[in-house]
T-cell receptor, first 116, second 113 residues
């Protein structure tokens, strides 16, 4: 079974600074898909970024980027120029398939607070 | 609007009662997943349906059951409710190929009193 570990329960950073959230996972599979989801106080689950394991290039979405280290089974999220609206719970997640037929396994989350 | 519709948004019921949560997936998505999120906790996978068939089961209690109908909407039935069942219940759907990704509904907040 696949597991996802987020070792930072809480983090805080000053507005406009850069912050990195850590995630490690365990799998014996070679092909898989990794995600970061954001859950603001509204509790809505919002996809931030995704990474296919077969791609060597790290995914980026505007101020959000990942550092994907396949050998180390590490998938960290970097938020640049942090904004107050980035305050949220962030969940790392793992899936075995892109055929829409495999569940998403989540880590326990990191609560990120952006300080004005 | 994410495209995944969950109803109701809020539900308050007494212990011992039974409730049904409904989910309509994003158009074209065949898979529906149910997750439970207790206060300040992570998302616990309950059950998955793919094109009408149960595909995977997580930590779902025997008091809970689900099904996916021919039109692909899904219902999660929770019975003999206990105080500890109070949580946010999410439904998500996923597509494939270019539509790959997991889209979440806004959740149903269940309060058992």
């Amino acid at each position: 079974a696949q597991t996802v570990t987020q070792s930072q329960p809480e983090m805080s950073v000053q507005e406009a600074e850069t912050v990195t959230l850590s995630c490690t996972y365990d799998t014996s599979e070679n092909n898989y898909y990794l995600f970061w989801y954001k859950q603001p106080p509204s509790r809505q689950m919002i996809l931030v970024i995704r990474q296919e394991a077969y791609k060597q290039q790290n995914a980026t979405e505007n101020r959000f980027s990942v550092n994907f280290q396949k050998a180390a089974k590490s998938f960290s999220l970097k938020i640049s120029d942090s904004q107050l609206g980035d305050t949220a719970m962030y969940f790392c997640a793992f899936s075995l398939s892109n055929f829409g037929n495999e569940k998403l396994t989540f880590g326990t989350g990191t609560r990120l607070t952006i300080i004005p | 609007d994410s495209g995944v519709t969950q109803t109701p948004k809020h539900l308050i019921t007494a212990t011992g009662q039974r409730v049904t949560l409904r989910c309509s997936p994003r158009s074209g998505d065949l898979s529906v997943y149910w997750y439970q999120q207790s206060l300040d906790q992570g998302l616990q996978f309950l059950i998955q349906y793919y094109n009408g068939e149960e595909r995977a089961k997580g930590n779902i209690l025997e008091r809970f059951s689900a099904q996916q109908f021919p039109d692909l909407h899904s219902e999660l039935n929770l019975s003999s409710l206990e105080l500890g069942d109070s949580a946010l219940y999410f439904c998500a759907s996923s597509g494939q190929g270019l539509n790959y990704g997991y889209t979440f509904g806004s959740g149903t907040r269940l309060t058992v009193v």
